[in-house]
């Protein structure tokens, strides 16, 4: 769960605002777990308006279930590190990329490379070159594979 956008007004030193808008990012590779908890969340914020009695006012602008990737194409890039002695790892990305909108229409997966620390999406976000190699290696194979071969192996 991120907190972004916090608007505070007035936004002045000493005095008590009269309003505070801000965005909840919430994310789970489970649709299910995802729904529970915001639900959870926001009956709690429901809760507490209630007992302080102030306003609230909830806009869920977006609200998209997580989508899994391909399995035949995950097993075809784990072969391919296998093959070229990388390590791997599944994970989940809790962002919002366009294989959300392409997992409908074709088979589709997501390849990471790792971030110095994690950080992605932020000025502190960095590769070394040799990790962005190593992920072209295998994005440069796969695609050969799907192209040219009948079977991944």
Not at 33 to 52: C, D, I, P, T, Y
Not at 86 to 97: D, E, F, N, Q, T
Not at 104 to 110: K, M, R, V
Not at 122 to 136: F, N, Q
Request: proline share 6%; net charge negative.
């Amino acid at each position: 769960m991120t907190t972004f956008r916090l608007s505070v007004e007035p936004n002045i030193p000493n005095v008590i605002p009269d309003k505070v808008a801000f965005s909840v990012d919430v994310r789970h590779p489970s649709g299910q777990v995802l729904h529970q908890f915001s639900e959870q969340f926001l009956n709690k914020f429901k809760n507490m308006a209630g007992e302080r009695e102030v306003g609230l006012s909830i806009e869920n602008w977006m609200d998209e279930n997580p989508v899994n990737m391909d399995v035949v194409l995950n097993e075809q890039v784990e072969k391919i590190c296998r093959k070229q002695g990388v390590a791997y790892k599944y994970m989940a990305s809790g962002a919002g990329h366009d294989s959300q909108i392409f997992a409908s229409l074709c088979p589709t997966a997501l390849l990471f490379v790792p971030s110095h620390r994690g950080i992605s999406h932020s000025p502190l976000e960095y590769t070394p070159a040799k990790d962005l190699e190593t992920g072209i290696k295998v994005l440069i194979e796969l695609l050969y594979n799907l192209g040219y071969e009948k079977e991944i192996g």
